[in-house]
Nanobody, 123 residues
Framework: VQLVESGGGSVQAGGSLRLSCAAS????????MGWFRQGAGKERERIAT????????YYAESVKGGFGITRDNANSTLYLQIVSLKPEDTGMYYC??????????????????WGQGTQVTVS
């Protein structure tokens, strides 16, 4: 599975973005998928993940209410909708996939495939 993120950019606080992650192969056998972010000098943080069917979802406390993760298996794409952006949301956002079987409690080390990341800067 190859993952390519897009949709990042520089926005003002309060703005919105939709990040996309195009996967070379995305199916129910792929397992869990998620978004992680890494700010300057910080560890990579798990912010939103979902299971194969997309019905079970995890959000980090820091993003609840402002972030929405969805997956479109038919189009092999994972999305992250972000509203009300804050400066602390600045960072590199990575898409990741974990082969089934998987768990929503998984951490970054559990994920098998990673994209190159897309930068989000909020001022």
């Amino acid at each position: 599975v190859q993952l390519v993120e897009s949709g990042g950019g520089s926005v003002q606080a309060g703005g919105s973005l939709r990040l996309s992650c195009a996967a070379s192969q995305l199916s129910y056998s792929t397992g869990c998928m998620g978004w992680f972010r890494q700010g300057a000098g910080k560890e990579r943080e798990r912010i939103a993940t979902l299971n194969t069917g997309g019905l079970d979802i995890y959000y980090a406390e820091s993003v609840k209410g402002g972030f929405g993760i969805t997956r479109d298996n038919a189009n092999s794409t994972l999305y992250l909708q972000i509203v009300s952006l804050k400066p602390e949301d600045t960072g590199m956002y990575y898409c990741a996939a974990w082969r089934a079987p998987c768990s929503l409690s998984g951490v970054a080390a559990d994920y098998n495939y990673w994209g190159q990341g897309t930068q989000v800067t909020v001022s």
